[in-house]
């Protein structure tokens, strides 16, 4: 055989796997969209396993980078627009912001790095805090200074993996500006 035929060969066998593999794989993406919302926590009541919150989202454009960004109350106080990051294991919260939300430190520090460096910074904890009007468990955030608002107001904390795992899904959706998280 020459190593065309070989080539065209591989080639078919390759479209024939896509094409057998794609149905399943399809109905599997289709099968986690399907969702039931048979009740909205906004009257105080449940949300059903499953269903799904949206949230603002405001996406920022800026030097061929996209941040995306979600209001974030905490503590009663904001809302505050945190940058959503998913390569961050734990999310972040500008001094300033845990100062005026009255944040206590714990008294631990966490080595953090980032393209600036390496450093110890200080933790605190937060009883009360929500993603738009979708509440998030209490936990532990690192308090860091962001620097001073930028423009259309900066970055005044992260959410990282460490809160957006415990929806078990989000989808970020740049078009409709809207986080799409499961219930808590």
Known sequence: MSRRHDSDAAGMRHQ?????????????????????????????????????REVPLRVVEQGGQSLAFVPVSVEGEGPFMFALDTGASSSVVDDDVADRAGLDRTGEHRSVSGILGTGQVPVARVEQWKVGDVPIGPGEVTVIDLGPPRGSGGIQGLLGSDVLRGFGSITVDYDDGVLKVGAP
């Open 16 to 52: 024939r796997a896509s094409r057998l593999a794609a149905g399943p794989l399809a109905a599997l993406l289709l099968s986690g969209c399907i969702l039931y919302e048979d009740r909205d926590d906004r009257d105080g009541r449940q949300m059903s396993p499953g269903a799904v």
